[in-house]
Antibody
């Protein structure tokens, strides 16, 4: 069974940093592109970033480019999102999502980890 | 990066049909058949309902269907059921190696 379990969320002040983790199991992690998608409270889904299978290719939404860094450790079956210079508008539930090889949609989602940016 | 445009809400009685539109641009919906739709009941993670404009994953009822014309994709729920009440989001690949979601539509079963 595919499982994606996010952790690392919490309350942080504006300008602060946080690192999210996503522990993957039930599939060969190194075979799949991985994504982060976020959802502010009561708001819609927003794609944040993606990373290819070996970590050599990364893409970001304009709203986080230069502040967030996606990475992965295939030996640990873990996806990361390093978030720096956090803003109030980064407050959201962050989902870890598995890509579908060669395709542009998502089947497996984690349950999310909540990031709150507030003074 | 602006979101795809969806109506905030649609509603219908059980058994009726409802259609949700998803309007993008020539940089996303209009140029790629990479549109997918997700159902999200309150407090849960999104669930894939349609991929590549009109394909249903196994296990999704055939009352859910998708289509596209120009820069606008659509999701139709035929024979609306109480369990269909949820938020629905479209998504598309966008040129420049990014993705974009729609603004979301709340479906209410009257």
């Amino acid at each position: 069974e595919v499982q994606l379990v996010e952790s690392g969320g919490g309350l942080v002040q504006p300008g602060g940093s946080l690192r999210l983790s996503c522990a993957a199991s039930g599939f060969t992690f190194s075979d799949f592109w991985m994504h982060w998608v976020r959802q502010a409270p009561g708001e819609g889904l927003v794609w944040v970033s993606r990373i290819n299978t070996d970590g050599s290719i990364t893409n970001y939404a304009d709203s986080v480019k230069g502040r967030f860094t996606i990475s992965r450790d295939n030996a640990k079956n873990t996806l990361y999102l390093q978030m720096n210079s956090l803003r109030v508008e980064d407050t959201a539930l962050y989902y870890c999502v598995r890509g579908v090889p060669g395709n542009y949609y998502w089947v497996y989602w984690g349950q999310g980890t909540l990031v709150s940016v507030s003074s | 990066q602006s979101a795809l445009t969806q109506p905030p809400s649609v509603s219908g009685s059980p058994g009726q049909s409802v259609t949700i539109s998803c309007t993008g641009t020539s940089s996303d919906v209009g140029s790629y058949n990479r549109v997918s739709w997700y159902q999200q009941p309150p407090g849960t993670a999104p669930k894939l309902m349609i991929f590549e404009v009109s394909n249903r994953p196994s296990g999704v009822p055939d009352r859910f269907s998708g289509s596209k014309s120009g820069n606008t994709a659509s999701l139709t729920i035929s024979g609306l059921q109480a369990e269909d009440e949820a938020d629905y989001y479209c998504s598309s690949y966008r040129s420049g190696n990014t993705y974009v979601f729609g603004t979301g539509t709340k479906v209410t079963v009257l």
